[in-house]
């Protein structure tokens, strides 16, 4: 839950970018504006914090590797202020040992958060 003590407007949008698996797509819903990530911005900007969603990758099936392979390479062309992260059902049903899953997952947060 997001709690804002004010309305406030932002100069220039926040930009978002939102890294993850089915979940941050929301797979099985209909169109876009009906994933997570949409929402989030349109409830931001409602708010009067301006946000720009300027990427979501995500893809049925991904686990932490995929983040790493496929997503975080994309950090290069972005100018990124915000990103979300929701990675880790995929890693549990393909049995990836916890030790893998957590060195991806710190790698990956490590990157999102030096960029």
């Not at 819903?29 to 914090?49: D, F, M, Q, V, Y």
């Not at 390479?73 to 979300?84: E, G, H, M, Y």
Request: net charge negative; with cysteine; glycine share 4%.
């Amino acid at each position: 839950m997001l709690f804002v003590s004010k309305k406030q407007e932002s100069p220039k949008p926040i930009i978002y970018f939102a890294f993850g698996d089915s979940y941050t797509i929301c797979t099985g819903t209909s169109n876009t504006n009906e994933h997570w990530p949409n929402i989030l911005t349109k409830h931001l900007t409602a708010l009067g914090i301006a946000t720009e969603l300027i990427a979501n990758p995500s893809r049925n099936g991904f686990t932490t590797q995929n983040i790493i392979d496929v997503e975080l390479p994309l950090l290069k062309t972005s100018n990124l202020d915000f990103a979300t992260l929701l990675i880790g059902v995929n890693d549990w049903v393909r049995q990836v040992d916890i030790e893998t899953y957590h060195k991806n997952l710190n790698y990956s947060i490590d990157e999102i958060q030096k960029n």
